[in-house]
C-alpha cells in the first residue's frame, strides 16, 4: 500500500474533474482497507469507489481512500436460481456481462450504469423500469469506526428512489466491501415494459428476446443520449426525477397537458426532470466547459476542463430556473461533496 501526496483524482471521478487528494491510497483487499482506515497519522479520511456519482467541488483534505477490492463467485445455487457475491471493486458492466454469459438474469436492464458494484446499493441504481433492491441480497460493509464487518439485510438497507440508508442515516459511516445478488438461471423474469426498450426490441425484430438482447437493447439506448464518460466527463443523471403531490400534479397537468409523467401512487407523481430543463431551453446550454447534454437534459457535462465549481453553478442555475417556470424543486441525485 503506498500513500501518494497532492494526487490528482482526474482519472477517479467519472466527471473527470482535476480535483486534488491530499494523500491518497488505494485498498486491494478487506484487509488493506481495515489498515488504511486504522492509519492513525491521517485522521480525516475519504472513501472512494468507482467515482460515478459524485461532482468534487474542491480538493480533497483528507486521505482519499480508493477501494478497489476485486473479486466475484458464485456461493450458492438450485435448479431455478443463483447467488452471487461481488467484492466492491468490480466494476458494475463488467459484473453484468458476466452474469449475462452464464445465462443468469436480473440485471440485464441495468446494463452500461457506470461505476463500481460497491457503490450501487448506496443510490440504489436503476434503469428501464429495473432496480438494485429487485435482486439484491445483503451486503457487507465494515464500519469505519471499528472496522468491523457488518452484513445489511435488504430490509437493512432501506431502499428507496435513488436512495438507501448509506446515503441517509449511515451516511460516511460505513464502506461497502462486497454485495450478494440472487439471480434466476431459467424462466427469467423479463422487463421490457419500459417505452424505449420495446421500441429497440421492434426495430430488431425480436419477438421473444432473451436477457441478453434486453441489455444489447438498453446499451443502444444507452450510447444514443448518454455520454461515455470515458469520452465526455459526466456522472449519470444530475438530478432525481422530482416527485410531486397529487394536487401539484393536478394544477401541473392542466397548464401543461405534454408533460410526461409517471404514477408512482394514488397520491404521487413523478416528472422527469430533463422535460423540465429542456422545456426551460436549457438543453444543450453551456457555461465555459460545463454543459447540459445535448441529448438528454438530465445529465451534466464536463466538455474539458471545467472545475466542479462551474457544474455546480450551472446546476444551481438549472433548478433555479425549472423552480421559476415550474414552481418545482428539483434535487442533485450525484453527490455533492465540497
Ligand atoms: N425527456 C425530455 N428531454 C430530455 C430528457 C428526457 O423531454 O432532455 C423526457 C423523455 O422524452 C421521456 C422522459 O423525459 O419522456 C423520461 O426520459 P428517459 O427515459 O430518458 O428517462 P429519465 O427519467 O430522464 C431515468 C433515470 C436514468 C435512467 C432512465 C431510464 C433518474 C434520475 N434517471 O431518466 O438513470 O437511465 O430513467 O430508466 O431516475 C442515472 O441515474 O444516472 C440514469 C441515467
Redesign the pocket.
Known amino acids: 500500500m503506498q500513500i501518494k501526496k497532492d494526487f490528482s483524482l482526474k482519472n477517479f471521478n467519472t466527471f473527470g474533474i482535476d480535483a486534488r487528494a491530499q494523500f491518497f491510497v488505494e485498498v486491494t483487499s478487506v484487509e488493506e482497507l481495515r489498515i488504511a482506515l486504522q492509519l492513525a497519522d491521517y485522521p480525516e479520511k475519504f472513501i472512494l469507489g468507482g467515482g460515478s456519482n459524485m461532482l468534487l467541488v474542491n480538493d480533497i483534505k483528507a486521505l482519499v481512500i480508493h477501494v478497489n477490492i476485486k473479486g466475484k463467485e458464485i456461493i450458492s445455487e438450485n435448479a431455478n436460481h443463483v447467488k452471487i457475491k461481488v467484492m466492491a471493486g468490480e466494476n458494475w458492466h463488467q459484473v453484468v456481462l458476466w452474469t449475462l454469459e452464464q445465462d443468469f438474469g436480473g440485471l440485464e436492464n441495468m446494463s452500461l450504469?457506470p461505476g463500481n458494484t460497491g457503490t450501487a446499493p448506496v443510490q440504489n441504481?436503476?434503469?428501464?423500469?429495473v432496480e438494485l433492491k429487485d435482486t439484491f441480497v445483503s451486503c457487507e460493509a465494515m464500519d469505519r469506526n471499528n472496522q468491523e464487518i457488518k452484513e445489511f439485510s435488504k430490509e437493512d438497507c432501506k431502499f428507496g428512489?435513488?436512495e438507501s440508508f448509506f446515503k441517509s442515516e449511515g451516511r460516511d459511516a460505513f464502506v461497502i466491501t462486497a454485495v450478494t445478488f440472487e439471480l434466476s438461471k431459467k424462466n427469467h423474469k423479463l422487463n421490457t415494459g419500459?417505452g424505449?426498450i420495446e421500441d429497440e426490441l421492434q426495430k430488431r425484430n425480436i419477438l421473444n428476446p432473451t436477457i441478453k438482447d434486453i441489455s444489447n437493447a438498453v446499451i443502444t439506448i444507452?450510447n444514443s443520449?448518454?455520454p461515455d464518460p470515458k469520452k465526455l466527463g459526466n456522472?449519470?443523471?444530475f438530478?432525481?426525477?422530482p416527485i410531486i403531490t397529487k394536487s401539484e400534479f393536478e394544477r401541473f397537468i392542466e397548464k401543461h397537458s405534454a408533460a410526461?409523467f409517471y404514477k408512482v401512487s394514488e397520491s404521487a407523481f413523478k416528472i422527469?426532470?430533463?422535460?423540465l430543463?429542456?422545456q426551460c431551453g436549457l438543453?444543450g446550454k453551456r457555461l465555459g466547459d460545463a454543459g447540459v447534454h445535448t441529448?438528454?437534459?438530465?445529465?451534466l457535462v464536463n466538455y474539458d476542463s471545467a472545475s466542479g465549481k462551474e457544474i455546480l453553478d450551472l446546476a444551481h442555475t438549472i433548478i433555479k430556473e425549472v423552480y421559476a417556470r415550474f414552481g418545482i424543486s428539483i434535487q442533485p441525485?450525484v453527490n455533492i461533496i465540497k
Do not use: D, H, M, T
Open positions: 450504469i441504481i436503476g434503469a428501464y423500469g428512489y435513488r419500459y424505449a444507452r443520449k448518454l456522472s449519470g443523471s438530478f432525481k426525477n410526461p422527469p426532470a430533463g422535460w430543463i429542456e438543453k441529448k438528454q437534459a438530465l445529465v441525485e
